[in-house]
């Protein structure tokens, strides 16, 4: 018994229910775990059909699922995709050994050199090194946008990357890492249509869905080409493992899982297994970590050693950003910055009191991390850049997790007491 028709059903649901039917598993309610690299053809001729089917999409086997080597696909892979993709309201999805395994496949996949690519800052250092400095070596181009609420900016940064080369990709990281700055995905949307009217081909409009998930914003909704969630962060959220995965439609997967199957970067059964595990209770997970956010951005937000909070909760009324997250998000998150007064000393003084809190880069777990963002996350990053994304010497990155929020707040304050 397993439930079909995604579209009748809400993605809590669908993170419990779908994608997976235990007839296919001796009646197992929990899937198994194939933990093997290469399966048996039954006969040669299914050896040949398996391999048309799966490189050229033709023959008897066309469309249904058969596997051949781990590397090309496996059952466990087939579950958390297609579970993966209802959630998403895709048509498909891939997925992949991390977050960045993701990210670099699209660039691999849709990039060329002399090609030009539009992301904003701030954005997380690892996608800013990928377009930044790594295409840049393989002769791409790259143009930033500052404010990704701002049509006007957004279409001078959009011209001026077409200047360099054919804009063929468009990144929105939204909310941006660390600063939870929003990125208007209908405007990214809209700047790519008009794009490929006057280049002649539309650039993709890609995703970064992190730090809200699956559940709090809703990029396919919006139009956009590919939606790409590190599932290392929420969607596992236990802080133990690393995953990624990209939704969209069939078209442009299919060719994400056919050039995996050459960098090799698909996800192992154990951990697209974990995945799954962890998928069903995300949603869960989420809320509370939520709205313990909210109580400890209000706690840091009255605080005198605090100088601001960049909290989306905080969007003021009548702002082009709380017209976007009003529009966009379902809610605010719990990961976020916040400034202190004064620059790394003051920093480092408070990480180093903290008891309760961890001091650790990643996002998404059960536990209360926080870090420096200059001198861990972004360090690879540019000062200027960095500067420019709203990141200050004093800036902190928290990510708030599942314990009690009075344990947070009484550590915060211990903390705050000795900067
Ligand atoms: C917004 C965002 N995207 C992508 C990544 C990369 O994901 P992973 O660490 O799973 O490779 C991260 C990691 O912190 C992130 O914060």
Redesign the pocket.
């Given at each position: 018994m397993s439930i079909d028709a995604p579209g009748n059903y809400r993605p809590e649901t669908l993170a419990v229910a779908y994608g997976y039917d235990p007839a296919s598993a001796l009646g197992s309610v929990k899937p198994p775990v194939y933990l093997t690299s290469t399966f048996i053809y039954p006969s040669a001729q299914h050896a040949k059909d398996v391999h048309e089917a799966f490189f050229d999409g033709t023959g008897p086997l066309a469309g249904e699922a058969g596997h051949i080597y781990a590397r090309l696909g496996h059952p466990g892979l087939d579950i958390l995709e297609s579970r993966l993709a209802a959630i998403d309201g895709a048509e498909a999805s891939a997925a992949f050994a991390?977050?960045?395994?993701a990210?670099s496949s699209i660039a691999l996949s849709f990039v060329r050199p002399g090609d030009s690519v539009l992301y904003g800052r701030p954005i997380?250092g690892?996608?800013d090194m990928l377009y930044g400095t790594v295409l840049k070596d393989f002769g791409c181009h790259h143009e930033n946008y500052l404010d990704g609420c701002d049509p006007i900016a957004v279409r001078a940064a959009a011209d001026a990357a077409m200047a360099k080369g054919p804009l063929t990709l468009i990144m929105a990281?939204t909310p941006a890492?660390p600063t939870a700055a929003l990125v208007d995905l209908d405007l990214m949307v809209a700047v790519a249509d008009e794009v490929g009217a006057r280049q002649g081909r539309r650039p993709l409009v890609v995703v970064?869905n992190?730090?809200l998930g699956p559940f709090a914003q809703r990029p396919m909704e919006h139009g956009v080409d590919l939606c790409m969630t590190?599932?290392?962060?929420y969607c596992a959220g236990h802080s133990d493992l690393?995953?990624?995965g990209v939704s969209g439609r069939l078209e442009l997967v299919q060719k994400l899982r056919a050039l995996r199957t050459t960098w090799g970067n698909h996800l192992d059964p154990f951990t697209a297994w974990l995945v799954v595990r962890s998928l069903e209770s995300a949603s869960v997970r989420i809320d509370r970590a939520m709205s313990n956010a909210r109580t400890v951005a209000e706690f840091l937000h009255d605080h005198p050693k605090v100088a601001g909070v960049t909290y989306l909760g905080f969007l003021p009324e009548g702002s082009r950003a709380r017209a976007v997250y009003d529009r966009q998000c379902k809610a605010a998150g719990s990961t976020f910055s916040f400034h202190l007064h004064g620059g790394e000393a003051e920093a480092f003084r408070m990480l180093d009191g903290l008891k309760l809190l961890k001091l650790a880069?990643?996002?998404g777990g059960s536990e209360t991390l926080i870090c420096h963002s200059a001198s861990t996350?972004h360090y690879a990053v540019v000062p200027d850049a960095r500067a420019a994304g709203g990141i200050t010497d004093a800036t902190l990155r928290l990510s708030v997790g599942l314990e009690h929020v009075d344990d947070l707040i009484a550590d915060l304050a211990q903390a705050l007491e000795a900067v």
């Open positions: 991390s977050g960045m395994a990210h997380y690892g996608v990281e890492n970064d992190t730090l590190s599932l290392t962060k690393l995953a990624g880069v990643s996002l996350t």
